[in-house]
C-alpha cells in the first residue's frame, strides 16, 4: 500500500518525527465499570443496559472492584506507580453514543503514572515512557453502516455504554513509525499475558490513537501536533504514522503550517484525513465526579494484586532459552500466548527433548499454520501431539519424511497427532539386516557412482542413500542407514 506523499530520501532526513500514544483497553471484568449489566462483545443491541449505564435520572455509579484490580495489575506490569488516592472525573462532551452527555474518567489524579516499557531498535533496546494509566468507562457504539436507511439515518447502540477501560498514554519518545510498532506489540503482549484484557483489536478491545509531529533534526521544541483516530490494526498505524509524517513534513517545506487536528486514517487509500480541530483539556469541563469517593488502593491491597503477577513474556523468554536450550526466535514464537506457552512448557517438561518439540512448532507446525491461515491456538495440532512425534522422532520411529506425511494427514482431517498416528502407525526399518540387503542392491545396480566414490567424491554417498531411502519407501532409519552407506562404500 502506497503512501499518497512521497518526501525524498535528503529532505526527510532534515526532519524529526515525534510520536506519542494513547491506548485504550477494554478490561475482561464480568459486569461494566459501574453496574451489574454483563460485559459482553456480540449481545443484540440495547440488550446490556440498565438506568445507570443509559444515565436515567437517580440512578447512581457503583465501582466495580473487580476492574480496579485488573487496572492495578496493568499498572505493575507496565512499571507505573499506583497512587493510594485517584480520584475520578467527569469529562463533559456531547456525542450521540454518550447518553449521560459525560463520561467518568480520570484527570488529574490518575490511578498510576511514570511507567515504561523496553522496545528494540536497530540501535538496540529503548526505553519508552508512560506517562499515566487511568481508569474510565467507554462510550456506546454509532452505527453508521448496515440499515437500508443508514444513508440518511445513524443507529446507536448503548451495550458498550459502562464498559470498564484503561487509557494508558505514553510519553512522546516514539520517533518512528517502526518505534510506536514494538511498543504496541509489547504492550499489548503484555496486557494479554496479564488477563486483564484481550486485546481484540476487532472487537475494539483495544484502541489506539496516535499523536504526531515533526520538528527540524536536533531541535528540542515540539511541532504542532496532529492526532490520528480510529485505526484498527498495529500494520495500520504504522502506516498511517507514515504518511502523517511525510505530510506533515511537506505542508513545512512548502512554507506552510501544520494544523492541530483529529485526522482520520483511511487504510484503502493509505492517507489520513481532517476530521475535526483537537479539543483541548479545558474543552471538557472537568470535574470530579460527586457520586464516586475517592479511589483507595492501599499497599496492602497493591501487595495482594502484585501477587497476582503471571511472568511476563520478555522474563519467560529469558528463562526458556535458558531452561530448554531452545533459540531466541524459538522463545518469541512459543510466548506468542500465555496459554500457548503453558502448553510448550507441559509438553517440553515431559518430552525426552524439548529442543525437539521447539524445532518441530517452528519448522513444521508454524509452516502450515501459515498456509492454512491458523493462529497458533487454532491448531488441529496440540503441543501434546507435537511432544508425542517429537518423541517418536527422537526414538527412531518416525523418519522426519513420516513425519511430515502425518503432520499433513493432521491438517487435512482436522486432527490431532495422537489418533492419526495409531491409525496410520507407519513403522521405521531400523533393523541393519534389511537395511544393509536394499543398500547391497543400490550398489550393485550403481557402478559407475561406486567407481567416483573410490577415486575420491566423497559426496556421492548422498546419491546412494536417497536411492536407498527410496527403495524403503521412506520407511529407513535415517541415522543407522547414513552409517551403514559409508561402511559399505569404504568397505
Not at 41 to 60: I, K, Q, R, S
Not at 389 to 402: C, F, H, I, N, V
Not at 474 to 485: K, R, S, T, W, Y
Amino acid at each position: 500500500m502506497a503512501s499518497a506523499v512521497t518526501i525524498p530520501p535528503g529532505i526527510r532526513a532534515k526532519y524529526e518525527a515525534v510520536i506519542g500514544l494513547e491506548v485504550h483497553v477494554q478490561l475482561l471484568t464480568e459486569t461494566k465499570a459501574f453496574c451489574g449489566c454483563a460485559n459482553k462483545f456480540g449481545a443484540p443491541p440495547n440488550t446490556n443496559v440498565c438506568p445507570v449505564c443509559l444515565g436515567l435520572p437517580g440512578a447512581l455509579p457503583v465501582l466495580n472492584k473487580r476492574a480496579v484490580e485488573f487496572a492495578t495489575l496493568a499498572s505493575l506490569a507496565l512499571n507505573c506507580q499506583v497512587r493510594e488516592r485517584s480520584i475520578f472525573a467527569r469529562k463533559n462532551y456531547c456525542y450521540p453514543d454518550l447518553p449521560k452527555g459525560y463520561q467518568i474518567s480520570q484527570y488529574d489524579k490518575p490511578l498510576a503514572e511514570h511507567g515504561w516499557l523496553d522496545v528494540p531498535t536497530p540501535e538496540g533496546v529503548k526505553r519508552l515512557g508512560i506517562t499515566r494509566l487511568h481508569m474510565e468507562e467507554d462510550a456506546g457504539k454509532s452505527m453508521h453502516e448496515g440499515f437500508a436507511d443508514s444513508a440518511t439515518h445513524t443507529y446507536v447502540d448503548l451495550n458498550r455504554c459502562g464498559t470498564p477501560l484503561i487509557e494508558i498514554v505514553s510519553e512522546p519518545d516514539m520517533r518512528t513509525p517502526d518505534e510506536a510498532f514494538e511498543y504496541l506489540t509489547r504492550l499489548r503482549e503484555i496486557i494479554v499475558y496479564t488477563g486483564v484484557s484481550d486485546g481484540n483489536m476487532e472487537e475494539g478491545s483495544l484502541r489506539c490513537d496516535a499523536n504526531v509531529s515533526v520538528r527540524p533534526r536536533g531541535q528540542e521544541k515540539f511541532g504542532t501536533k496532529a492526532e490520528v483516530k480510529n485505526v484498527n490494526s498495529f500494520r495500520f498505524i504504522r502506516a498511517a504514522l507514515e504518511y502523517e509524517i511525510e505530510r506533515q513534513i511537506e505542508i513545512v517545506e512548502s512554507g506552510g503550517r501544520v494544523v492541530q487536528e483529529t485526522r482520520l486514517y483511511n487504510a484503502n487509500e493509505g492517507r489520513t484525513y481532517s476530521m475535526r480541530s483537537k479539543e483541548q483539556a479545558h474543552d471538557y469541563r472537568y470535574f470530579p465526579e460527586p457520586d464516586l469517593p475517592p479511589l483507595i488502593v492501599s499497599d496492602a491491597w497493591k501487595a495482594e494484586i502484585a501477587g497476582k503477577m503471571p511472568e511476563l513474556p520478555e522474563a519467560r523468554r529469558a528463562r526458556m532459552i535458558a531452561e530448554y536450550g531452545i533459540t531466541a526466535q524459538d522463545a518469541q514464537t512459543l510466548t506468542a500466548t500465555r496459554a500457548f506457552a503453558d502448553q510448550f512448557e507441559a509438553a517440553a517438561r515431559a518430552a525426552k527433548n524439548p529442543r525437539r518439540v521447539a524445532n518441530l512448532v517452528q519448522s513444521e507446525l508454524t509452516m502450515r499454520l501459515k498456509a492454512a491461515g491458523l493462529e497458533l491456538e487454532q491448531s488441529p495440532i496440540t503441543m501434546k501431539g507435537v511432544a508425542q512425534a517429537a518423541d517418536l522422532a527422537e526414538d527412531g520411529k518416525l523418519s522426519s519424511k513420516q513425519l511430515k506425511q502425518l503432520f499433513d494427514l493432521c491438517f487435512e482431517r482436522s486432527e490431532d497427532f495422537g489418533p492419526v498416528y495409531e491409525r496410520e502407525k507407519p513403522q521405521q526399518i531400523s533393523d541393519a539386516a534389511t537395511l544393509e540387503k536394499m543398500i547391497d542392491d543400490v550398489i550393485a545396480a550403481n557402478p559407475a557412482q561406486v567407481e567416483q566414490y573410490r577415486k575420491g567424491k566423497k559426496t556421492v554417498a548422498a546419491f546412494f542413500v536417497g536411492q536407498a531411502m527410496k527403495a524403503s519407501k521412506g520407511q529407513a532409519n535415517p541415522a543407522l542407514l547414513n552409517e551403514l552407506v559409508t561402511k559399505k562404500l569404504e568397505n
